[in-house]
């Protein structure tokens, strides 16, 4: 059975031929897809609840960030009890537990990670240097973004391009979370890797007053 032909059903968020596929052969989903992560992991990423949901009827094992994708707040609960030092642990494609809940936004997990002291300033280990700070500032998320830099996480970390989480938070325009970095020490004046201020991302957003505010 190929995996490519998984993958297929996958992308295109066809539970139903994927059902019929499993129903067949189901250790299939033991192999990784061409992405290097399981087809649990990659149905997450591209969004296709359907498939997340038709994936987890034939699953037996899952690994602690799977369960933080999907959002299975009692699976990691139990993986924590049993192995404290899971919540650190790097995925094969990089990322911590931590990380890959902030990048599905699963806040309740986050905070569970967090209370059983989950390092906010790890990063990726994949080449792209992205921290869990990082990723909830991508994704706008304010209340695991406050929650990260009250357990500590480090606000003038930079990921590739450069990027420091002040440069994420301005070109959302967020200007509640542009105040508390400002306020934790976050520098005006760290430059991506195309010369670029929080300003100047500000600015091309369209956030004149912000922009005005953070010049150097």
């Known amino acids: 059975m190929s995996i490519s032909i998984l993958e297929q059903y996958i992308e295109t968020g066809n539970h139903l ?13 033991k ?3 061409s992405h290097d992560i399981s087809p649990l992991l990659l149905a997450c990423y591209y969004n296709k609840d359907n498939v997340v949901q038709t994936i987890l009827k034939f699953t037996t094992t899952i690994t602690i960030h799977e369960a933080c994708a999907v ?34 936004n699963k806040e309740d ?3 569970l990670l967090l209370t059983h002291k989950a390092d906010p300033n790890l ?15 991508a994704n706008n998320n304010s209340e695991i973004s406050k929650m990260l830099i009250e357990a500590g996480a480090d606000v003038n970390v930079v990921q590739h391009g450069g990027f420091t989480p002040l440069h994420l938070a301005c070109q959302h ?3 509640d979370l542009i105040i508390i970095l400002l306020e934790q020490g976050a520098s005006v004046e ?27």
Do not use: W
Request: glycine share 8%; charged share 20%; proline share 3%.
């Open 123 to 137: 990063c990726s280990q994949n080449g792209f240097n992205v921290y869990p700070l990082h990723a909830a500032l």
């Open 17 to 29: 031929d994927l059902e019929h596929l499993l129903n067949k052969d189901a250790s299939i989903l």
């Open 173 to 175: 325009g967020n200007i």
């Open 190 to 216: 760290a430059r991506n890797q195309n010369g670029e201020t929080p300003s100047d991302l500000a600015l091309q957003k369209g956030f004149r007053e912000i922009a005005d505010i953070l010049k150097v």
């Open 71 to 104: 959002g299975l707040l009692q699976h990691v609960q139990m993986m924590i009890d049993h192995k404290a030092d899971i919540v650190n642990e790097l995925s094969s494609h990089g990322f911590t537990p931590l990380g890959v809940a902030t990048h599905f």
């Open 109 to 111: 997990i986050v905070r």
């Open 31 to 33: 192999e990784k897809t």
